[in-house]
């Protein structure tokens, strides 16, 4: 049985979601072109999305899948990068979590989307094994 949160289909101008991570984009996280990583991105949207995982399932979470993955704008160094996310729906182990990237432009105020993806997490163990996840 699946738990419905909110619809990852609905797109809109303002992010969605629980603010789960803020970071600037540096010089350190770029390429030899100077454009930002987008694995460096993904990472920041999987520590995000699984503070999230974790704080639901009240136990050890594992990232298990990531679903489609859209760059739509790049991020530059000195962007502030947030990442938003929510649960779309729990399973008996599993929770799919929505993550959207917003940046911040280096002094501008105007916020941007510039990815977003669905990551599943499964509750695990001590020894890595899944466990349901509690129901509220």
Request: charged share 20%.
């Amino acid at each position: 049985m699946l738990i419905s949160r909110m619809d990852s289909s609905e797109t809109s101008d303002k992010p969605k979601g629980e603010l789960v991570t803020r970071t600037v984009a540096m010089p350190k996280d770029t390429n030899p072109n100077g454009d930002i990583f987008g694995g460096w991105l993904m990472a920041q949207m999987d520590l995000g999305s699984g503070i999230l995982a974790s704080k639901t399932a009240r136990t050890r979470v594992v990232t298990v899948a990531l679903d489609g993955m859209s760059f739509l704008a790049p991020v530059r160094v000195g962007d502030t990068v947030a990442c938003y996310a929510w649960v779309e729906s729990i399973g008996r182990t599993s929770m799919k979590i929505p993550v959207e990237v917003w940046v911040q432009r280096y002094m501008r105020t105007e916020q941007t989307r510039v990815t977003h993806a669905v990551f599943t997490y499964v509750a695990v163990d001590q020894a890595g094994k899944p466990i349901p996840v509690p129901r509220d």
